[in-house]
């Protein structure tokens, strides 16, 4: 009895000699929980916290340049992927983008997040298809101009100039870049078109070609816009002088051959509007006012005389085939509005070729347009004189805007914004791709950009900012000095 009665004792003291060490180790465990996920006994798990990551500088770039890449490689994921694709990284970004201004919403007013024609015309458009012929087409395409318009307001909003231009340069260097690859192998060593991206391989007889951008025209505006944002970098000294010059030689490059009808007015305008701005910021500010009052009047002057001749000046350019073939497209459009002037036929963006009233025009010119080639012409057949009129507003107020501040302050960087509207603007003449895609998004960013330092809503502001005396910093819209680029 008294051997099985201290073999039960024994039994029971063994585990009681290890009880020291393995209590200590599970305190240490409960210790590391937090650390590494495990669940203790009285503390909930722990969460990553996402906010400091979507309030970085680094997802900030890394967003405007996917932005940018997107949307200017629109045409080669279509072609890669399909319009679905495309579609789902639109809609990735754009739900990127609300919790970055989530996030950020200390930093914005909600009445600075966009200009105030922009919303106008995007509402406009969307209360469109109450009256479309196509309601559902009109959705869709009242969606992608959101998504895209949604994308320039929020790169305005986390990137300064410096950086928005900067993002740009990189993205644009390798779309060109790429563009010229592919040109060169499909016309040099395969000798066999591309036809999922639209490169006919006719570089070997120096153009035109498409490269990644779907057609020469659309080549040869990105490539203006490539040029100016080179230029504008090699100023300012954001890249390499090597890198910079290369830079300028592949969009002029590429210009030339894109073969483009626009691309020599477009370039030969911007550089009117350059020359012309640099001569403003040479003057004194006291003399600086006049001169732009000069300026504008004169600007608005030849906008009046050319609508007022402009029966003459299609009558000069109707020798040329593709002139004439533009004429007659706007000549229908014209008519046509008539049946529907003041609200349009809705809103669809690049026209959806089975739906009137697009399908009837190209069928009574024997064509297959996909647009109006002319963004003012486009929106007056889609949303009418009064979608046309908002239109205009909100692109002379951000050109305005725009202009002015490129002429108070000094960097460089903020002459990249007029000028890039002067060449939207200008081509929107002959394209309409400044209603969708790479040119709506420029064009939003230019005029979030604009707004963000001349408003009437920034002058509210200063009226209730504190009495002189009270030290309040000299900081530009972005945060940064004036002198900042």
């Given amino acids: 009895m008294d051997v099985r009665r201290a073999v039960r004792v024994e039994d029971q003291a063994v585990p009681a000699r290890g009880r020291g060490p ?77 919790a970055m201004l989530i996030v950020r919403r200390r930093e914005i007013e909600v009445l600075h997040l966009a200009p105030t024609t922009l919303v106008v015309f995007v509402v406009w458009a969307g209360a469109s298809v109450l009256w479309s012929t196509d309601a559902a087409r009109t959705a869709v395409g009242w969606a992608a101009l959101v998504g895209v318009s ?12 410096h950086q928005s231009v900067r993002a740009l340069g990189d993205v644009l260097r390798w779309l060109l870049a790429a563009s010229l690859a592919l040109e060169v192998l499909s016309g040099i060593l395969w000798d066999t078109p591309i036809p999922f991206l639209g490169i006919r391989g006719d570089i070997t007889e120096l153009g035109p070609v498409q490269g990644l951008f779907g057609s020469r025209n659309d080549l040869g505006v990105v490539t203006v816009i490539a040029l100016l944002t080179f230029l504008v970098e090699w100023r300012t000294r954001s890249v390499r002088p090597a890198t910079a010059a290369a830079s300028v030689a592949l969009s002029v490059g590429l210009a030339l051959l894109s073969g483009s009808p626009t691309v020599v007015l477009v370039a030969v305008v911007t550089a009117v509007a350059a020359a012309a701005l640099a001569a403003v910021r040479t003057l004194a500010p006291r003399r600086r006012r006049a001169a732009q009052l000069t300026l504008g009047v004169a600007v608005l002057a030849a906008l009046a005389l050319a609508w007022a001749q402009r029966a003459a000046i299609a009558a000069a350019l109707d020798g040329r085939d593709d002139l004439s073939l533009r004429t007659d497209l706007w000549g229908e459009i014209l008519r046509f509005s008539d049946d529907s002037p003041v609200h349009g036929f809705g809103w669809f963006g690049p026209w959806p070729p089975d739906t009137a009233p697009f399908s009837v025009l190209n069928f009574g010119l024997d064509q297959q347009h996909a647009s109006a080639l002319n963004a003012y012409l486009d929106v007056l057949l889609q949303l009418g004189w009064a979608g046309l009129l908002v239109f205009l507003v909100l692109c002379a107020l951000a050109l305005a805007r725009a202009w002015l501040v490129a002429g108070e302050r000094r960097a460089v960087v903020h002459t990249w914004a007029p000028l890039t509207l002067v060449a939207l603007l200008t081509v929107s003449l002959f394209e309409s791709s400044v209603l969708s895609g790479a040119g709506l998004l420029l064009l939003v960013l230019c005029a979030v950009r604009a707004g963000q330092s001349r408003s ?10 504190p009495a002189p005396g009270v030290a309040t910093g000299g900081a530009d819209a972005q945060g940064r000095p004036d002198g900042a680029g």
């Fill in 150 to 161: 949604f994308l320039g307001v929020v790169i305005g909003h986390v990137r300064d100039a």
């Fill in 456 to 465: 009437w809503r920034e002058r509210l502001g200063n009226r209730a900012a």
């Fill in 22 to 98: 393995r209590r200590a180790e599970h305190r240490d465990r409960a210790r590391r929980a937090p650390e590494i996920g495990v669940v203790s006994a009285d503390r909930s798990p722990t969460r990553p916290d996402p906010r400091p990551v979507l309030a970085s500088a680094e997802l900030a770039r890394a967003f405007t340049i996917a932005s940018f890449a997107a949307v200017f490689g629109a045409s080669a994921i279509r072609g890669l992927a399909g319009d679905v694709t495309y579609a789902t990284v639109l809609t990735g970004l754009c739900a990127l983008g609300v």
